[in-house]
């Protein structure tokens, strides 16, 4: 019964050091921003997404040496 951005504040606020990205279909502009300017969010990325752009994404976040 919530939508993606009050998900996320959930999510952020039992593990704040969690980064999150947002992948959606829908374009709402005030939810972005709201999580873009409360660093809920880290990235929004739309559909239909590039898959070796999510994996590059993760990578840099997340680099394994």
């Known amino acids: 019964g919530m ?3 009050e998900l ?3 999510i952020k606020s039992k593990t704040p050091e969690k980064t ?3 992948l959606s279909a829908y374009y709402i502009s005030e ?3 709201m999580g ?3 660093s809920l969010i880290y990235k929004y990325i739309a559909k239909p997404w590039n ?3 999510i994996v590059n994404l993760l ?3 997340y680099p394994t040496s």
Do not use: Y
Request: aromatic content about 0%; hydrophobic content about 40%; some cysteine.
């Open 3 to 5: 939508n993606g951005i």
């Open 36 to 38: 873009l300017d409360e």
């Open 51 to 53: 898959r070796n752009e």
């Open 59 to 61: 990578s840099n976040l």
């Open 20 to 22: 999150c990205l947002m």
């Open 8 to 10: 996320i504040k959930t």
């Open 31 to 33: 939810a972005i921003e």
